[in-house]
Nanobody, 127 residues
Framework: QVQLVESGGGLVQPGDSLRISCAAS????????IAWFRQAPGKERDFVAT????????YYADSVQGRFTISKNNAQNTVELQMNDLKPEDTAIYYC????????????????????WGQGTQVTVSS
């Protein structure tokens, strides 16, 4: 089991950039695929982006493709999400999640495919 702690959320204006981070402890973040999900008030938790164990493969939801970048820093045991050109519809609590098993399947975009979750960090985009 891994412990995940998100940080870096905040209030930004439309068009701004923000970088959020997920720190892993208990085992290396490189052990299994890591993903970011987000949940807006009254809505389901949706997939945002994922990165594989090697850090070489990434996959994004259509809504963030070209604006968000997921990356892995194995030296610091973190996974980060760089968010550019933020829009009000990006407002949500952002959660990082880790798979508990390596199956070779990629990408995994469903919440039930991830066994460990952080507590979330709030991102608000508003003028």
């Amino acid at each position: 089991q891994v412990q995940l702690v998100e940080s870096g959320g905040g209030l930004v204006q439309p068009g701004d950039s923000l970088r959020i981070s997920c720190a892993a402890s208990g085992r290396p973040a490189s052990s299994y695929d890591i993903a970011w999900f987000r949940q807006a008030p009254g809505k389901e938790r949706d997939f945002v982006a994922t990165i594989d164990t090697s850090g070489k493969r990434t996959y994004y939801a259509d809504s963030v493709q070209g604006r968000f970048t997921i990356s892995k820093n194995n030296a610091q045991n973190t996974v980060e999400l760089q968010m550019n050109d933020l829009k009000p519809e990006d407002t949500a609590i952002y959660y990082c999640a880790s798979r508990r098993f390596f199956t070779g399947d990629f990408p995994n975009t469903k919440t039930y495919q991830y066994g460990d979750w952080g507590q979330g960090t709030q991102v608000t985009v508003s003028s």
